[in-house]
């Protein structure tokens, strides 16, 4: 049979016990009908006198409730590294400022070391939107702290400690919700701390390169781009990109092959689906890319069926216009009686590639690939985003910040003038001549239709030929008269002599 000790020793002063035994349910009914004998000094044994080094209260240091002090406000951003305490002083408000590299866990850990350091002396009450911050400050005072493998972190928290177990004075935390409407004195003072430590906007930055290095570091546009869009110099531009490590990283692109392109907007799209394996289910990115503006559509689905090429050409559509052909490989999704029933009902021709042949596609596997090093370069600055926001900022990306390299207008107004630009009267075109890679002979004349990186396409007498740039070159002989036009000019010349 159990028995209670005759006698129970508690190494802590009176005053701590009596404050415990008035609080503490669980402690009361422990003690209930305990008839022994309670003290509060060691017995003389050599071990017990480490003890006597040893602090222990019973008394908790933070606070269940709110007390009497000042209502202290923090906030931390990750972006520009600042660390906000503010409170009120009577009617106005005062501000402390801090700093921490780091993310914004680290920079809001910061704020709330400063606040201890500074209400040391008195009670406060600690009003946070981090859970993170909440969860530490209330559990950091009764923990053992262990070495973690952040330095800057585990510094911070044994600042942190060191300051709570120092404290006299109670403490309350407050844990609330960012960016809410509802009234009252803690979410406006929330709100100025959230104010102080991310600005709305940043100011206008005069210096043009600075412009141009902020909005690369944001979007990662190409050195192209950066000099037309910031006017800087081809030496700026490709120092910009340069020093970005996330750029760096990255090899360039190889030199787009030849392949059948439209001669305007909207009249050939190529189409595929890659896969992006950290979006999870939502792994399956289908692409489309208009061959002659390389405008490009890109929307994130959990499968490769019919229904989900569906989906993506009906956003397509809605975004870029409707094509006259769609090219594809022959995929049981794009071959599916699903697929050519909706190409039929919107008009627009179906083209397959040749099976088992990639360089039929090799626009749009080019558009992959360029799709993937903008999320790459991108996915610092958008952790916790989904698929469809990471998708969206790399589509503006690609389609409004990029100019091409025979261009001066980003690609997406490319492709609405040449939309604008189709009932126009057609142009003179220039003559070139066609190396014949059987004969190695050079035929001609023919018209230049189109021409690009790598690409050529002319007219001849059998129809359209697309070809490689190294294969045409400027036809320089001079140009037979046509009769027609001679007999025209010397009909009309007795005309002006009688005038």
């Not at 190396?435 to 001849?460: F, H, M």
């Amino acid at each position: 049979m159990g028995a209670d000790p005759a006698k129970i020793i508690l190494p802590v002063p009176r005053e701590d016990f009596d404050w415990s035994f008035a609080n503490s349910v669980s402690l009361q009914s422990a003690l209930e009908n305990f008839s022994g004998q309670i003290t509060y000094h060691l017995p003389s044994h050599r071990l017990l006198h480490v003890v006597k080094s040893t602090q222990i209260s019973l008394r908790p240091k933070i606070s269940q409730e709110p007390v009497q002090g000042p209502t202290v406000f923090t906030d931390g951003s990750g972006k520009t590294g600042k660390a906000i305490v503010t409170w009120r002083d009577g009617s106005e408000w005062q501000v402390l400022e801090g700093h921490e590299d780091g993310s914004a866990q680290l920079v809001e850990l910061r704020a709330a070391v400063m606040v201890f350091e500074k209400f040391s002396q008195e009670p406060f009450n600690l009003v946070t939107d981090s859970a993170y911050v909440a969860d530490i400050a209330q559990r950091l005072g009764h923990s053992v702290l262990k070495e973690v493998s952040n330095p800057a972190l585990f510094q911070l928290l044994k600042t942190l400690w060191c300051a709570i177990q120092a404290r006299v004075h109670p403490f309350y935390v407050l844990h609330v919700r960012s960016h809410t409407n509802l009234p009252g004195f803690i979410v406006e003072g929330n709100a100025r701390a959230d104010k102080l430590a991310n600005p709305a906007w940043v100011a206008p930055q005069p210096d043009t390169l600075a412009q141009a290095k902020a909005s690369h570091g944001f979007f990662h546009q190409n050195a192209h781009t950066l000099q037309k869009q910031f006017q800087l110099t081809p030496t700026e531009a490709r120092d910009i990109v340069e020093s970005c490590d996330d750029c760096h990283a990255l090899a360039p692109p190889l030199p787009a092959g030849v392949n059948p392109r439209g001669l305007r907007a909207l009249e050939l799209w190529q189409t595929d689906v890659t896969q992006i394996a950290e979006f999870g289910r939502l792994k399956y990115v289908h692409v489309t890319v208009d061959t002659f503006s390389s405008a490009m559509w890109a929307s994130a689905h959990t499968g490769e069926k019919a229904r989900d090429v569906i989906a993506r050409w009906r956003q397509a559509f809605a975004v870029l216009g409707i094509p006259s052909a769609v090219k594809t490989d022959n995929g049981p999704a794009y071959a599916s009686q699903k697929v050519r029933q909706f190409l039929q009902l919107w008009g627009v021709s179906h083209k397959f590639g040749i099976p088992h042949s990639p360089t039929g596609q090799a626009i749009v596997e080019r558009a992959h690939g360029t799709l993937k090093r903008v999320l790459q370069k991108q996915k610092r600055g958008m952790q916790g985003e989904t698929p469809h926001s990471r998708l969206a900022k790399a589509l503006c990306t690609i389609n409004h910040l990029t100019v091409p390299q025979n261009s001066n207008n980003p690609v997406i107004s490319n492709h609405h003038l040449s939309l604008q630009a189709a009932d126009e009267a057609l142009q003179p075109r220039a003559k070139v001549q066609v190396r014949n890679l059987v004969t190695k002979q050079w035929e001609g004349p023919y018209d230049l239709i189109a021409s690009g990186r790598g690409y050529a396409c002319v007219s001849t007498d059998t129809g359209v030929r697309w070809v490689p740039s190294k294969c045409v070159r400027p036809d320089l002989r001079p140009q037979r008269q046509n009769p027609a036009d001679g007999q025209h000019g010397n009909r009309d010349q007795p005309e002006r002599h009688q005038a």
